[in-house]
């Protein structure tokens, strides 16, 4: 109950939720728990949904116009080599010319990029989008009004404390009490703490598992290389005494005649 009670205290503190909320949760039984979580859950649910639809409406302008951004800086950069070429010629300071060249092109992808980008977006991305938005703006009116009328009826009804009004938390919570694993709000707090911390325990054991595997494949490749390296070796050395054996013999054989 540690736990619990110190996200009740800095909630208090904090002006999270309304003082009879938190006073009345405490209070709940099983069964009036299990209902405000399922209920909840409905409204978050709803929301979520209505949000999702929402989305629909809205696209990204994705990269296509940073990488007519760049195309057109490029031609630009171009340009400006054989101009400043052309002045240092001319003014016959071609050091001067080449410092304003290295000047032009930093300011170019420095500033000039990201600027041209969002011209290009704003002329023809969201432009077209909000004319867009302005037909459909019957229907995005209704679902935003929907979607914000679920997450306030979300807010007056979950009676979980903010750490842990989340869908995720909520789902837990709505097991622990069906399940009869807790049968109040500071059993599913002190439950999910300790399910939490397990999980991050096996992740870390996990990653810490994968980074040996690795480690002993790399180590297990190195000495298998370093094996064939030996027998490779061997295999030269031994010719190589072969070889000098023949070339002894046949010195041998010279000499005796």
């Not at 208090?12 to 209902?35: D, N, T, Y």
């Not at 980074?211 to 000495?223: A, K, N, R, V, Y």
Request: hydrophobic content about 40%.
């Amino acid at each position: 109950m540690v736990i619990y009670r110190m996200i009740i205290n800095i909630s208090q503190l904090m002006g999270v939720r309304e003082g009879f909320l938190l006073k009345s949760v405490e209070e709940m039984s099983r069964q009036e728990l299990s209902e405000n979580i399922v209920q909840s859950l409905v409204h978050l649910t709803e929301a979520e949904n209505h949000y999702h639809e929402l989305k629909k409406y809205y696209k990204s302008p994705g990269s296509k116009y940073y990488e007519w951004s760049v195309v057109i800086c490029i031609m630009t950069l171009i340009f400006s080599i054989f101009f400043w070429t052309v002045v240092g010629y001319l003014v016959n300071l071609p050091t001067l010319a080449f410092v304003f060249f290295i000047i032009t092109a930093v300011l170019l992808f420095k500033k000039g990029l990201p600027m041209l980008t969002h011209k290009l977006e704003e002329k023809f991305f969201y432009s077209n989008q909000r004319k867009y938005h302005e037909s459909f703006k019957d229907i995005m009116d209704s679902l935003r009004n929907k979607m914000n009328e679920a997450a306030d009826a979300f807010n007056e009804l979950c009676v979980i404390p903010a750490p842990y009004d989340h869908r995720h938390a909520l789902e837990r919570f709505d097991n622990y009490t069906s399940y009869f694993r807790a049968s109040n709000i500071g059993e599913c707090i002190n439950l999910y703490e300790t399910e939490m911390q397990n999980l991050e325990m096996r992740n870390q054991l996990a990653d810490i598992k994968a980074s040996q595997e690795i480690q002993q494949q790399l180590t297990g490749d190195s000495l298998d290389e370093i094996r064939s390296s030996r027998k490779q070796i061997s295999a030269l050395e031994a010719a190589v005494s072969y070889l000098g054996n023949e070339a002894s013999t046949m010195r041998e054989r010279l000499f005796r005649k």
